[in-house]
């Protein structure tokens, strides 16, 4: 076995010094302390995901180096390297034309988006299931836009099939490392919902739209002044049905949560979460209106990504004794609570319960778990330091990850 030759402190210690900058000036640049960076290099703390790719962005180094790749690739100057689906950038990014049989009516459309999100929400492999059908989707969206333009009411409703479209493919974008791709199709999701003149969607792009900037590191006072904005305006929309206008109202709420958690405003978020989340989450019930699967669970589950994200593990898992995911009509976010809590013991090094997070993970959304860096993170972190008793399995977790 060939464990990586240094762990992600050491890597991040190495950087730092041999470009001769001090912890400090790293740890401002990225929005954490200098006592938290200093543990993170002692091998003392496990940085979040959000934390490595801010250490790699300001070290100029891709992520993957500091969680175990074998070399550091040289700052690149051009755009990001392709990691979606080759098709479906391509669908994005060149002439889009429909299918030579393809049915470019509203109503055969709406089904089909509708299955994608399906598909991305629940699927155990979704993202090359989504991959085998979103560029021809993608194609038959757009020329239907172009076919429909003297079609008033088909035009319209094509419209809002676009801005439901390019919310999924922002996701997927924003999930396959191509932020930059999740921006432009945030843009494009926003133009079509306004252009359909339909409030609920335009606040749901505006929601996606912060979810995009929440991926950038040090975007996060944008990201909660984009979700407050659209959520004070979707309020003043008289035409959005009660229960429908909470959950958006809600989900953009869970936006500045994230933000505020992330940018160690951890009392504010616990503040937002009582005062404004839980009351919408009890008005709009348990739902997935405009797929944002807001509702009481999850609430709850942002509430113990809150403590996780503010170091108080014990807390965290306490919280987490009270959801029942199985309530969650989509699998990421299954995903990403079990993420958390994974997370949460690794913070008390309870490595045994790492392992078995990891494992039900790995089952759960095994494409999930290769793409995450904070699972990737876990998984060669726990071979580091496995007891024997469960060394093997751990072992075999980071090398079906590739990570050895």
């Known amino acids: 076995m060939v464990l990586p030759s240094l762990p992600t402190g050491e890597r991040v210690r190495e950087l730092r010094r041999r470009q001769g900058r001090t912890q400090a000036a790293v740890a401002g640049l990225c929005g954490i302390t200098t006592d938290y960076l200093s543990q993170i290099e002692r091998g003392h703390k496990t940085p979040s995901s959000d934390v490595v790719a801010r250490l790699a962005a300001e070290l100029q180094v891709p992520t993957g180096y500091l969680l175990g790749d074998a070399q550091p690739a040289p700052p690149s100057t051009g755009p990001p390297a392709a990691t979606a689906g080759s098709d479906v950038v391509r669908a994005l990014l060149g002439r889009r034309s429909a299918a030579p049989d393809a049915d470019l009516r509203s109503a055969s459309l709406r089904g089909r988006v509708e299955d994608a999100w399906r598909i991305w929400q629940t699927s155990p492999t979704r993202f090359t299931d989504a991959e085998a059908v979103m560029p021809a989707l993608i194609g038959d969206v757009e020329a239907a836009l172009r076919t429909h333009r003297t079609r008033p009411s088909e035009l319209r409703e094509t419209r809002r099939l676009a801005a439901d479209l390019y919310g999924l493919v922002r996701s997927y974008c924003r999930r396959t490392g191509r932020t930059d791709l999740a921006l432009m199709v945030t843009d494009r999701a926003l133009r079509a919902a306004e252009d359909a003149d339909d409030p609920l969607r335009v606040a749901a792009a505006q929601w996606n739209l912060g979810h995009a900037l929440l991926s950038e590191p040090g975007e996060e006072a944008d990201a ?169 399995q751990a072992t075999a977790l980071a090398e079906r990850l590739s990570l050895l």
Request: proline letters at 4%; charged letters at 25%.
């Open 224 to 392: 909660a002044d984009v979700a407050m904005q659209a959520a004070n305006t979707l309020t003043r929309a008289p035409a959005v049905a009660a229960p429908q206008a909470a959950a958006l109202c809600g989900a953009l709420h869970l936006v500045a949560v994230v933000a505020e958690a992330r940018s160690r405003r951890a009392w504010q978020a616990r503040d937002r979460l009582t005062a404004h989340v839980l009351p919408l989450a009890r008005q709009a019930g348990e739902g997935n209106t405009m797929w944002t699967v807001f509702g009481p669970t999850n609430a709850l589950l942002h509430a113990v990504s809150v403590e996780m994200t503010d170091g108080d593990a014990t807390e965290a898992l306490r919280l987490a004794d009270r959801v029942d995911t199985g309530r969650l009509p989509s699998r990421e976010r299954q995903f990403t609570f079990g993420l958390e809590v994974a997370r949460c013991y690794d913070l008390r090094r309870d490595d045994a319960a790492v392992l078995v997070h990891l494992l039900e993970l790995e089952a759960l959304a095994p494409q999930d778990l290769e793409r995450s860096t904070l699972g990737r993170g876990l998984a060669i972190s726990l071979v580091g330091r496995a007891r024997p008793a469960y060394r093997r």
